[in-house]
């Protein structure tokens, strides 16, 4: 696969494996990692995990390219689960993209 300095662009891993015949993919990793999947529109689903711990000061969870206006901004599709003290949020991101999210609602 091609890279960019040593990083490989998530559309290129993605298609890598879909050639090998892999359809489903768990992709778990660092704020660095998931910010690139996202904002490259190559996730169906994000589940996100938030337990009643406070940290403090800390790298953020996503970091994604700022919106022009907030009407730009979108809701996704999500549920709650509930796992002891803990709530995971599953988020269907299938049918968004990073332009998807640029681009102002009409």
């Not at 993605?14 to 090998?20: E, F, H, I, K, P």
């Not at 778990?28 to 940290?55: M, N, Q, W």
């Amino acid at each position: 696969m091609p890279d960019k300095e040593g990083v490989f662009a998530p559309a290129d891993i993605v298609a890598a494996l879909a050639a090998r015949g892999l359809r489903r993919v768990l992709i778990e990793g660092g704020a660095f990692t998931l910010s690139r999947f996202v904002t490259a529109g190559c996730l169906d689903r994000l589940h996100v995990v938030v337990a009643p711990i406070i940290l403090g000061d800390g790298l953020p969870g996503l970091s994604l390219p700022p919106l022009d206006h907030r009407d730009a901004a979108r809701r996704v599709p999500m549920r709650a689960h509930l796992l002891g003290e803990e709530v995971l949020l599953d988020c269907d991101l299938s049918g968004q993209s990073i332009q998807d999210l640029r681009e102002p609602r009409a």
